[in-house]
């Protein structure tokens, strides 16, 4: 790996011809700004794995993931991002499965109505949400990704209504609530 801010932190790195295309890291409570700098200079990553409490993943921070144009995979763990925030995933044109493990959990305001924007990533067909403060809303937002494949979904607010915006996807072939 070039980065040295990297090379100090515990992350499962996979390259070939020495370019990296996958990063894992399975504890991300040191993360911070020069790290996400850092992992957003890798322009041929495909795949991004970031759980154990990634709390440092915040609004500012994830600007420096949007120039990941080859990008067709993040899992995301703590995350704490607003509504707005979940914006800059419409930069990563490639997604094509995304995972959101306690992202802003209990974060004052946060609806998830800010998953409506993934409509705007042309390849998503994945994605799970999970362990997260949102209901229906946040549903109703989801249910604009007319392409989703599938969807995961548990430990949320939703209600029955919240499932019936699930229900409405056309494309829809696999669903875990």
């Known amino acids: 790996m070039k980065s040295p801010v990297l090379a100090t932190k515990r992350c499962k790195v996979?390259?070939?011809d020495g370019i990296v295309t996958e990063l894992t890291f399975r504890d991300c409570s040191k993360l911070g700004d020069a790290e996400f700098r850092a992992i957003g200079e890798l322009k041929h990553l495909k795949s991004l794995t970031l759980y154990g409490k990634c709390h440092g993943l915040t609004d500012a921070t994830i600007a420096h993931l949007t120039g990941l144009a080859e990008l067709e995979s993040i899992g995301t763990d703590g995350a704490q991002l607003t509504d707005?925030?979940?914006?800059?995933?419409?930069?990563?044109?490639?997604l094509k499965s995304a995972s959101f493990f306690h992202t802003?959990?209990?974060?004052?305001?946060?609806?998830?109505?800010?998953?409506?924007?993934?409509?705007?990533?042309?390849?998503?067909?994945?994605?799970t949400v999970a362990g997260?403060?949102?209901?229906?809303?946040?549903?109703?937002?989801?249910?604009?990704?007319?392409?989703?494949r599938e969807l995961r979904t548990w430990h949320t607010y939703q209600t029955e209504a919240g499932n019936a915006h699930i229900a409405k996807l056309p494309h829809l072939t696999s669903l875990n609530i």
């Open 14 to 16: 996979t390259a070939k």
């Open 132 to 148: 997260i403060s949102m209901g229906d809303e946040g549903f109703a937002a989801i249910s604009q990704i007319t392409r989703l």
């Open 104 to 127: 802003s959990f209990g974060m004052k305001g946060f609806t998830g109505t800010g998953f409506g924007w993934l409509k705007a990533c042309p390849k998503l067909e994945k994605l």
């Open 84 to 94: 707005d925030g979940l914006k800059a995933f419409t930069m990563l044109t490639n």
